[in-house]
Each structure stands twice: as C-alpha cells, then as structure tokens.
C-alpha cells in the first residue's frame, strides 16, 4: 500500500509560481511512475505530466508544457511540480498519482491517490 500526500498549494497571482511536493509512504515509490493532475470546479480530471520510475522520462500536457516540470527524488520518496508563469486558469485542486506500470496520460491507469491541494491563480 502506498500512502500519497501533496502540499505546496495556495494563491499565487498570475505570472507568479509554486512548487508542488507529493510525499510517499512505502518502499516501492522508486518503482512506480508517477503523475499529476488536476481537476478545476465542473470539469473533469485532467492530466498534468508524468514522469517514469527513474525520471528519465517525462510527460506533460500541451498546455503546461515549457511552464511546468516534473521532477522526482527516489531517495525521499518524493515527486516536484515546479508551476511557473501560472495563469488563472491552472486553478484546480491538484492531485498526485501513483502507478505501479507507465506514467500515462489516463487516469484510470493509477493504483494511488492523493487528496489534492488548491492551487489558485489570481488575475
């Protein structure tokens, strides 16, 4: 069983950044791809990047991509997500995800869970 907990989420002004941690419980996270997501008030959850179990692979959505960069340290059990030139419409409550195959781009493909953290840009 793996536990993962995010954090780094707050209000941040457009054109500002933050970085997003997720922390995982379990001595299998270096084997897993891991994800991000994100989910905005009456939209579905969406994919956000990924990135495979050594970090020598990554993933991003076109409308991230060159703004956000995931990244991971296996060591402490944790996966990054820089946002940077954030724009009011990255507000979401962002999700990290764990899979014990491939970071995809489908989130059905995910063992694990997060509960999320809001991040919110203002204009």
């Known amino acids: 069983q793996v536990q993962l907990v995010e954090s780094g989420g707050g209000l941040v002004q457009a054109g500002g950044s933050l970085r997003l941690s997720c922390s995982a419980s379990?001595?299998?996270?270096?084997?897993?791809?891991m994800g991000w997501f994100r989910q905005a008030p009456g939209k579905e959850r969406e994919f956000v990047a990924g990135?495979?179990?050594?970090?020598?692979?990554?993933l991003y959505a076109d409308s991230v991509k060159g703004r956000f960069t995931i990244s991971r340290h296996n060591a402490k059990n944790t996966v990054y997500l820089q946002m940077n030139s954030l724009k009011p419409e990255d507000t979401a409550v962002y999700y990290c995800?764990?899979?014990?195959?491939?970071?995809?781009?489908?989130?059905?493909?995910?063992?694990?869970w997060g509960q999320g953290t809001q991040v919110t840009v203002s204009s």
């Open positions: 995800a764990g899979s014990q195959s491939y970071a995809t781009v489908v989130p059905a493909s995910y063992n694990y």
């Open positions: 379990g001595r299998t996270f270096s084997s897993y791809g």
């Open positions: 990135i495979s179990w050594n970090g020598d692979s990554t």
